[in-house]
C-alpha cells in the first residue's frame, strides 16, 4: 500500500489532530528520508530504510538549531495561535543531536509568541534512554506522547522492529526516567502479526499498570501502511482493550477510531 509523503520543511500545517486539535508540526529532521530508531510495521511514512540509535551532526539535511527557531518564529507569525506545537515530522525527533537545545528555544518562542498554546512531543520513547534527553522533556514538553505498543521484548521486536542495541526493557526504563506525568500512544493491530489479543495485550496491561502513564491514546491503523498482512483492531475491539486496561490497570485509555467508509483504504483522516 503506497504511504504518504515525507514532510517538506521545518513546520508544517497547522493540521487539525484529532487527539490534539489544532496543532502546528516541527520536523526536526531531513525532508529527504526518514530517519528513525524504529521501523514499525505500520509507520504511514513506510519503511525505515536504516533504523539507528543516534544521529550525529554532519547528517545532511539536518536542520540547525537556528533554523528551527527562524522557521518557527515565521510560523507563529503568519497563523492564529495553534491549540499545540508539535515535534514530530519524519522520524523520530529526539534523534536530534541538538534536542534539548532546540525543546528550550521552542519554549521561549512559544513564550513570546504564542503563550496560549502547548508544546507536544510525539515519539517513539528510545531518546529517554539519554538523560540530557529525558531532561529536556521534563523542563521544556507541556504534553509528551510517548510510545509503546508491546509489553514483551518479542512482540516489540514484531512490531516497533528498532535499530540495533535497542530493547523492550531500555524503552520501559526511558519512561521510568521521566519526571513528568506522560501520556503513552498505541496503535494495535492484528493479521500475521498482533499486540491487540492473547499473551501480547495481556503483557502490554500489566506494562501499563507497571508505568502509571496519566493516559493512554489506543487507535489502530487509519493511514496507509508499508506491510502486508496486517488488519484495523475494529472500533468495538479497541473499546473492549480499554475497559479491560483501566479495570486492570486504574489508567484512562481513550479510544481513536476509524473513519472512513467501508471498502476503502486506510488514509489521513
Known amino acids: 500500500m503506497e504511504t504518504i509523503p515525507l514532510q517538506k520543511g521545518i513546520t508544517y500545517g497547522p493540521v487539525n489532530s484529532r487527539r490534539l486539535g489544532p496543532s502546528l508540526g516541527l520536523n526536526l529532521l531531513p525532508v529527504s528520508c526518514k530517519i528513525c ?39 507563529l507569525s503568519e497563523i492564529e495561535a495553534p491549540g499545540f506545537i508539535t515535534f514530530s515530522g519524519n522520524g523520530e525527533p529526539t534523534l536530534h543531536p541538538d534536542f534539548p537545545a532546540i525543546a528550550r528555544m521552542v519554549k521561549a518562542a512559544r513564550d513570546e509568541l504564542s503563550p496560549s498554546s ?19 522533556v521534563d523542563e521544556f514538553i507541556d504534553l509528551p506522547i510517548m510510545k509503546l505498543d508491546a509489553g514483551d521484548e518479542e512482540t516489540f521486536q514484531k512490531v516497533s522492529r528498532p535499530a540495533p542495541g535497542i530493547t523492550h526493557e531500555l524503552v520501559l526504563g526511558g519512561l521510568r526516567r521521566l519526571e513528568k506525568p506522560f501520556t ?56 473492549e482493550i480499554a475497559r479491560e486496561t483501566n479495570n486492570a490497570t486504574g489508567v484512562e485509555v481513550k479510544t481513536y477510531a476509524v473513519t472512513r467508509e467501508k471498502g476503502e483504504n486506510p488514509s489521513w483522516s
Do not use: H
Request: a positive charge; aromatic letters at 6%; one cysteine or more.
Open 118 to 136: 502547548e508544546i507536544a512531543l510525539l515519539s517513539n520513547s528510545t531518546g529517554l534512554a539519554l538523560e540530557r534527553v529525558a531532561r529536556a
Open 37 to 75: 530508531s524504529f521501523n514499525c510495521v505500520y509507520c504511514q511514512y513506510g519503511l525505515t530504510r536504516n533504523p539507528v540509535a543516534s544521529v550525529g551532526r554532519e547528517v545532511a539535511g539536518l536542520p540547525k538549531a537556528d533554523e528551527v527557531e527562524n522557521a518557527l518564529r515565521r510560523a
Open 184 to 239: 503513552v500512544q498505541t496503535v494495535f493491530v492484528r493479521g500475521t502479526m498482533s499486540n491487540s489479543d492473547g499473551p501480547a495485550l495481556r503483557a502490554w496491561i500489566q506494562k501499563i499498570g507497571e508505568i502509571k502513564p496519566r493516559a493512554v491514546q489506543a487507535y489502530s491503523l487509519d493511514r496507509p501502511f508499508p506491510t502486508r498482512g496486517l488488519e484495523i483492531v475494529p472500533p468495538s475491539r479497541l473499546e
